[in-house]
Nanobody
Framework: QVHVVESGGGSVQAGGSLRLSCVASGNMNDRYYMAWFRQAPGKEREKVANIKGRGDTDYADAVKGRFTISANNAKNTVYLQMNSLKPEDTAKYYC??????????????WGRGTQVTVSS
């Protein structure tokens, strides 16, 4: 079992930055693959970025070059640094853990989400 808690959301103007944090506690094996997802009103949830234990990362095309996912394993924390934010980045952002592989989307553990709002 893994408990996931996100923080760091807020409201910014376009072009601004935010850093989201995700503290994941519990079974270490289930924290090996972690990801950030987002869901905007009326849209499907989409994976934004994911990371595996030794630091390999992957990003959705929409955020490549603007967002960076990283992990501090000593603090059991995964971060999402978001730069050059756009109004279309507005969504609720969720941290997830416990996928069965790096390219899998079968995450078992989810946080409650943190809202990011970008105004033009």
């Amino acid at each position: 079992q893994v408990h996931v808690v996100e923080s760091g959301g807020g409201s910014v103007q376009a072009g601004g930055s935010l850093r989201l944090s995700c503290v994941a506690s519990g079974n270490m094996n289930d924290r090996y693959y972690m990801a950030w997802f987002r869901q905007a009103p009326g849209k499907e949830r989409e994976k934004v970025a994911n990371i595996k234990g030794r630091g390999d990362t992957d990003y959705a095309d929409a955020v490549k070059g603007r967002f960076t996912i990283s992990a501090n394993n000593a603090k059991n924390t995964v971060y999402l640094q978001m730069n050059s934010l756009k109004p279309e980045d507005t969504a609720k952002y969720y941290c997830a853990a416990g996928a069965s592989c790096f390219v899998c989307d079968d995450y078992k553990f989810w946080g409650r989400g943190t809202q990011v709002t970008v105004s033009s």
